[in-house]
């Protein structure tokens, strides 16, 4: 048996790098039988509304309950597997509603869905404890109005000062090219942070 078979679920073989997301997440204390996926909606767009009216996507919807966020939509499911078969069946409404799709890896942070993608299909990323490749996305009543690229090390606490007017911020971790796409990391005495001292 190869390195990265460990085990079939469904018929379909676990990869090493599946199982280390469900070790390591549930050593951060996140529920190991659940996945939440927190879907940004474009601006101007209700999109719980809009998936709701459709009779294709409610019907794909029908056994998630999908919450209402003032950002978008919260879904729950049982898996990292069944969380990224469900986006893809729902991608026609994500291309034309949505910002972006992200997958909650530890409580209250998220993973864009090319990391999950890399998780899910035995590519490269194996999640620890920290990750190095970190956006910091600002929310103003559901809207996001500020994406920042973390420092390796630093915690969105060190980014309050940068995130003033913001009234929810969230912690996106994402591959060493997504960083790369918007730019350079904000040292933290140019975002306001005290790198720890107080």
């Known amino acids: 048996m190869s390195a990265g078979i460990q085990a079939h679920k469904n018929g379909r073989a676990i990869s090493t790098l599946e199982r280390c997301f469900t ?9 190991g039988d659940r996945m939440n996926i927190l879907v940004l909606q474009k601006e101007k767009i209700d999109l719980h509304h809009t998936l709701f009216t459709s009779e294709t996507s409610r019907m794909v919807l029908r056994f998630y309950h999908p919450k ?5 939509v919260l879904i729950t499911t049982t898996s990292l597997g069944s969380a990224m078969s469900l986006v893809a069946e729902l991608r026609w409404y994500i291309r ?10 530890s409580k209250g942070i998220y993973c864009t869905q090319q990391m999950a993608q890399d998780i899910y299909y035995e590519r490269v990323t194996v999640l620890g404890p ?24 630093s915690t ?3 980014y309050h ?3 003033a007017g913001v009234d929810k911020a969230i912690e996106i971790w994402c591959t ?5 796409d918007i730019g350079e990391a904000i040292p933290l005495e140019e ?5 720890g001292e107080e």
Do not use: N
Request: hydrophobic share 30%; glycine share 10%.
């Open 161 to 163: 000062q940068e995130y």
């Open 176 to 180: 060493e090219d997504e960083v790369e």
């Open 156 to 158: 969105v606490e060190e």
């Open 130 to 153: 920290t990750w190095p490749h970190r956006r910091l996305y600002g929310f103003s009543d559901g809207r996001l109005i500020s994406t920042v690229i973390m420092s390796p090390g």
């Open 191 to 195: 975002a306001g942070g005290t790198g």
């Open 68 to 72: 209402k966020k003032p950002c978008g």
């Open 23 to 31: 070790i390591h997440t549930a050593q951060r204390q996140f529920p």
């Open 96 to 105: 034309r509603y949505a910002k972006e799709s992200l997958f909650e890896v």
